[in-house]
């Protein structure tokens, strides 16, 4: 390439994003590698209490039923937010004043009763003049004028990018969801998403990269290989044909400098039997890494060999410069469901701390045929509790225990990854967690990470199927255990904040996070409570959370776990927050829309600054 060539395909990939300013948040995970941290201090230990409500946006299109939710966290890019509402509209926002600048409905005002499907956010990609929002609402992905909010008709289909399409699988039946905002890289837009657990057909989750300006495909990577492919030897006979799931639900993350996306895989449908596909299952389960430009991958590291449990990976890797024994070290960090951190060498995957290989219990399901080894990471210790055994039954009355140790007792119980049985078996931690979707947050001043967990259990009863139906097994149930009243199965507490130092791998505070009011009054000490949604840090020092169902918004001091500020809101923070500086201010903006486990919903994002 001649030397003036060379500059100008430089120039035009540097003008592909907006020129990065680390005080705004311009990307879902407040950055490329999903750190979620704010390098602003305006908001800090000393003057935290101060917070004080700035703003509400209302979408105005919640509803009860089907009850809406909203998961988004909003980007704010070149002083414009750009966010989802709870029917998965996308919407550019003064951030300042919370006043709306332009609306795109992907139904264009089309009227539906059907449940409108999770967006947990958007994507912003520039090249020149172009300015793009990239929002996925169910099965497609549509290419937004980020100025205003029309359409670019250039773009795949007018405007519309098809998932079910070009994905090298027969899609007829099939669905196909991605809940997750895309990612960018150069000139690329990269997918995600897939089917559901089973244990009827679903579609896989291939990863697709599509070109930015026309949509068109420009290369896929099969997470379950095909004949010829790397993997594809851990799949007995023709199960890679009908195999689904496999995708990537919680989102990726990319590492410009070196050109590498990074996905964590989920499971292989149906979830819950595996008879049918003998082997490990790569690429279920795994911390993916892949070169963006052409799909090949670079390495890839498996958290669950085979997986019956609905391990996925729940969240995005977190690509962070930790600091170890003095010196820096490019990581990935991986949360899963099972309570487990996975520190992995970013440019091998190989573990920052030591990960054995223990051995489980063998399946007594006919067919089935586990792995006979998970690995378990040494360090960190778990961040939540695993196993459920008979002293870890709730305690909080003795109706509770009662309703409890007789779902116990009448189910096969053990230490993580007991194998599934048709009795039915309690799976600790549960389908949500341990952590989830939140992922983590990192404050590289401290260099620690934040995570949020979860002490949720769930029980599978598996049932024989029918010949009509077309599967061995399926379900009997798959629903959370809980007391006579709803409240988690074990013991208090039932929900934590925990941070963990990343040089030596050790907890350095853990701390319960969030209480019932109607616990409090009957005597009972402050349980914690699940949440949805994750932390934030800021380089003030503070870690911002809400999720809880006590529906507070909290700050954490990040040097002690102490709570400086809390703030009651309306509905449940079911969400990760964002926080950036705008007009001369840092705000912290979280949607508050409840419309989870029964709770009200609403059409809330509320946006707090210092009075």
Not at 83 to 90: E, F, G, Q, R
Not at 164 to 191: A, C
Not at 436 to 457: C, H, K, M, Q
Request: glycine residues 12%.
């Amino acid at each position: 390439m001649l030397r003036r060539d060379f500059l100008a395909a430089s120039a035009a990939a540097a003008s592909i994003h907006a020129a990065p300013n680390p005080k705004e948040w311009q990307v879902y995970g407040g950055d490329a590698g999903a750190a979620r941290y704010s390098a602003s201090s305006l908001i800090n230990k000393k003057n935290v209490s101060r917070l004080k409500q700035a703003w509400i946006h209302h979408t105005e299109d919640a509803s009860e039923r089907p009850a809406t939710v909203i998961e988004c966290t909003p980007i704010v890019v070149d002083g414009t937010m750009y966010l989802t509402t709870a029917k998965v509209k996308t919407r550019a926002v003064d951030p300042v004043t919370g006043r709306t600048k332009w609306t795109f409905d992907p139904l264009r005002g089309q009227q539906s009763r059907s449940a409108p499907g999770i967006s947990r956010g958007v994507t912003y990609w520039q090249q020149g003049r172009d300015k793009r929002i990239f929002s996925v609402f169910r099965d497609q992905v549509y290419s937004i004028d980020a100025v205003t909010g029309e359409l670019d008709e250039k773009f795949a289909d007018k405007g519309v990018l098809d998932l079910k399409l070009e994905l090298d699988h027969d899609m007829t039946g099939l669905s196909f969801r991605h809940t997750t905002p895309v990612v960018v890289f150069e000139d690329l837009v990269i997918t995600g998403g897939g089917g559901g657990e089973g244990p009827y057909p679903e579609a896989p989750g291939h990863i697709r990269a599509w070109d930015a300006r026309t949509g068109k495909r420009r290369w896929i990577f099969h997470t379950v290989p095909k004949p010829g492919e790397f993997g594809h030897d851990s799949w007995s006979g023709d199960s890679w044909k009908s195999t689904g799931g496999t995708n990537c639900w919680a989102g990726m993350s990319v590492d410009a400098k070196r050109g590498i996306v990074f996905a964590g895989i989920g499971s292989p449908s149906f979830d819950f039997y595996g008879g049918n596909r003998k082997g490990a299952n790569l690429f279920g389960n795994c911390v993916l890494a892949l070169e963006c430009r052409t799909g090949k991958r670079v390495w890839h590291f498996q958290t669950v060999h085979h997986d019956v449990w609905d391990y996925d990976l729940p969240a995005q890797p977190a690509l962070l410069t930790i600091r170890q024994k003095g010196k820096a070290v490019d990581a990935v960090v991986q949360v899963t469901k099972q309570g487990f951190v996975f520190f992995l060498d970013r440019a091998t995957g190989k573990p920052l701390f030591p990960v054995e290989e223990r051995p489980i219990p063998k399946s007594d399901v006919e067919g089935e045929e586990l792995w006979p080894t998970q690995p378990v990471p040494l360090k960190p210790p778990p961040v939540s509790r695993q196993g459920f055994r008979e002293d870890e039954i709730t305690n909080i009355s003795p109706e509770a225990h009662a309703h409890v140790r007789k779902i116990w007792e009448a189910a096969r119980t053990g230490d993580l990854f007991t194998p599934v049985a048709k009795r039915g078996v309690l799976i600790r931690p549960g389908f949500r967690g341990g952590p989830l979707w939140g992922g983590l947050a990192y404050d590289p001043e401290r260099n620690r990470i934040f995570v949020g967990s979860d002490e949720w259990t769930n029980r599978i009863i598996l049932r024989d199927g029918t010949p009509e139906e077309g599967f061995r097994y399926g379900l009997v149930d798959r629903a959370p255990v809980t007391d006579h009243e709803g409240y988690p199965a074990v013991k208090p507490p039932w929900g934590y904040m925990t941070a963990i130092d990343c040089d030596s791998g050790d907890f350095k505070w853990r701390v319960v996070n969030g209480e019932f009011e109607e616990l409090k009054k009957r005597g009972i000490p402050k349980t914690g409570t699940p949440s949805h949604g994750g932390a934030i840090c800021t380089a003030g020092g503070l870690v911002f959370k809400a999720g809880t169902f006590d529906r507070k918004f909290r700050a954490f001091d990040s040097d002690t776990g102490d709570v400086l500020w809390e703030h009651q809101l309306d509905s449940g923070g079911f969400a990760t927050p964002c926080s950036f500086e705008a007009g001369g201010k840092q705000y912290v903006v979280v949607a508050a829309a409840g419309g989870k486990d029964g709770s009200k919903a609403t059409d809330e994002f509320v946006a707090f600054s210092l009075a």
